[in-house]
């Protein structure tokens, strides 16, 4: 009995490891579609006015970029809906936002937006908004639009 016993515990350990390895390599491959608000709006509560923000995918080749949405200028107070391609591919876990103020000083965070999207329905009158806050801070959050 205890010889079958570590037979089976040989090759279990082993498969539910393979099994592991082969479900985290398929989470990469298959998207699972998830409900993404139709508009994005970026506000500035920085303290600055800004010249540009950009929300893009994070990647380790800075030279391949992808832009989600972008808005130029931002004054300081102000809130603008967010210009985004047409194509525009399904948004990330997270995503780096880049702004420029006035004195032409560039700002960068990587936010998360796993807990804004687990919010949203897709519906036509939401929106995913990035607050640009003070100390390089940036808030995201689901807003109804009407």
Known sequence: MSMHR????????PAALLIALCAAGC???LRVERPEPPTVIVRNFCGLHVSRVTLSRIGKDPH????????????????RTAAQPADREPLPNDIRVEWVDNAGQLHTREVSLLRALAFA????????VFELRPVDRVVVDIERTR
């Open 6 to 13: 570590t037979l089976f515990d040989r090759f279990t350990s």
């Open 27 to 29: 989470q990469t491959f």
């Open 64 to 79: 391949e970029t992808y832009t989600y949405a972008s808005v130029a200028p931002l004054p300081l107070g102000a809130s």
């Open 121 to 128: 329905t897709g519906g036509p009158d939401e929106a995913l």
